[in-house]
């Protein structure tokens, strides 16, 4: 069992949809990131989370400490949010422990 | 200007040949990474660098040998390519339990 856990693995959406992504994880962290891969391959950082809430745009990024477990939500969602994302941890060695990702594709 | 950098972004070669890929960071971090994207897309850490000295090295075989000529650098040089070396290779740098990490392009390598 990965110590990241991401669910779902695959999921489509029609455009304007709001979609919800979860991680569950089972190591002690100092801190979460939420990634995003597009088919190009390249990653970027969307957040870092240690607690509580945190908006971009329609990105919004939750975690509870206590329950171990974050979700990733986009409101409105578009064609161009398309992506692989990945939930990853960061443990207190300092290494980030990604999940297997989800990959969504957003329908006009 | 680009936050990380790795060259090349894509190298083909053969079965035994020893081969490097370059990374550099302008953005001051003190904490850089390699990590191996598999055919399954599944990422995993190989090695981390705090300051040029080596943090992490996840169970990597020998045959990789990371070199931190400075902060600003991490480069990774693979001895005796075999074909399950094939994957992407990704970069990335950190200030060290503050920041988040930033990627570097990514690095597809193809053992033939």
């Known amino acids: ?108 | 200007d680009t936050a990380v950098s790795q060259t090349p972004k894509y190298l083909v070669t053969q079965m035994g040949n020893d081969k490097s890929i370059k990374c550099e960071q302008n953005l001051g971090h003190d904490t850089m990474y390699w990590y191996k994207q598999d055919s399954k897309k599944f990422l995993k850490i190989m090695f981390s660098y705090n300051n040029k000295e080596l943090i992490i090295n996840e169970t990597v075989p020998n045959r990789f040998s990371p070199k931190s000529p400075d902060k600003a650098h991490l480069n990774l040089h693979i001895n005796s390519l075999e074909l399950g070396d094939s994957a992407v290779y990704f970069c990335a740098s950190s200030q060290k339990g503050v920041t988040e990490a930033f990627f570097g392009q990514g690095t597809r390598l193809t053992v033939v």
């Open chain 1, 1 to 108: 069992k990965n110590e990241v856990e991401q669910s779902p693995q695959n999921l489509t959406a029609q455009e304007g949809e709001f979609i919800t992504i979860n991680c569950s994880y089972s190591v002690g962290i100092s801190a979460l990131h939420w990634l995003q891969q597009h088919p190009g391959g390249g990653i970027v950082s969307l957040f870092m989370l240690s607690s509580g809430k945190k908006k971009h745009g329609r990105l919004i990024a939750t975690i509870n400490i206590q329950e171990k477990h974050s979700s990733l939500h986009i409101t409105a969602s578009h064609p161009r949010d398309s992506a692989v994302y990945i939930c990853a941890v960061r443990s207190s060695a300092d290494k980030l422990i990604f999940g297997t990702g989800t990959r969504l594709q957003v329908f006009p």
